[in-house]
């Protein structure tokens, strides 16, 4: 089993681009959730999807959406980038509702 | 909304020494309260959890405690050693699958 992987890995964009960072998960996981994390700010909880076919927004959503393709994957999108949105991004995966989240390795992204 | 408020924001400790970091909670629903540890460049990774139904649960030289009364818990390290040096996030989840996490407390244990 992979766990939880995200694409890419790094990446730079433009103010005003727009990019769709990619998740998977191979554990049958049911809940998936975006952070992002920023120096002493922890991770905030940009949207989650509790189950397939569902989405909710979390504590910072404004920029973002969501997609959630099938059980395996839950994409985020950046519609405009703008640099306030520079940060390093993580997607997780949880079996049901209050047991552990698994992380992928993070997505660094830079917005000039 | 939902707000976990975590504290210290760094902690040096002596090795040998305990480690005790403190989280508040503001949303009456949460039922589980994991923590998690984060090295330098890594994703965090869980270390121990607790549920509303319990009070206090040990795995070695780790340790949480729960109030649910005061909405409040936290993380207590033993015989701190150098490897425990990290940043910890404490977090609060529901059964509705939402999981905030609590702004994170960089750990240094100095030899």
């Known amino acids: 089993n992979a766990g939880v992987t995200q694409t890419p890995k790094f990446q730079v964009l433009k103010t005003g681009q727009s990019m769709t960072l990619q998740c998977a998960q191979d554990?049958?996981?049911?809940?998936m959730y975006w952070y992002r994390q920023d120096p002493g700010m922890g991770l905030r909880l940009i949207y989650y999807?509790?189950?397939?076919?569902?989405?909710d927004k979390g504590e910072v959503p404004n920029g973002y959406n969501v997609s959630r393709l099938n059980k395996r994957e839950f994409s985020l999108r950046l519609e405009s980038a703008a640099p306030s949105q520079t940060s390093v991004y993580f997607c997780?995966?949880?079996?049901?509702?209050?047991?552990?989240?698994?992380f992928g390795q993070g997505t660094r992204l830079t917005v000039v | 909304g939902e707000n976990v408020e975590q504290h210290p924001s760094t902690l040096s400790v002596q090795e040998g020494d305990s480690a005790v970091i403190k989280c508040t909670y503001s949303?009456?629903?949460?039922?589980?309260f994991p923590w998690y540890k984060q090295e330098l460049g890594k994703r965090p990774q869980l270390i121990i959890d607790?549920?509303?139904?319990?009070g206090e649960k040990k795995d070695q030289r780790i340790a949480v405690t729960l109030n649910k009364t005061a909405k409040h818990f936290s993380l207590h390290i033993t015989e701190t050693q150098p490897e425990d040096s990290a940043v910890y996030f404490c977090?609060?989840?529901?059964?509705?699958?939402?999981?905030?996490f609590g702004q994170g407390t960089e750990l240094s244990v100095k030899p």
């Open positions: 949303d009456s629903a949460s039922n589980y």
């Open positions: 607790i549920r509303s139904n319990v």
């Open positions: 999807s509790a189950s397939e076919g569902t989405t």
């Open positions: 554990m049958n996981h049911n809940s």
């Open positions: 977090a609060a989840g529901d059964q509705g699958g939402k999981l905030i």
């Open positions: 997780a995966s949880i079996p049901q509702g209050d047991t552990e989240a698994f």
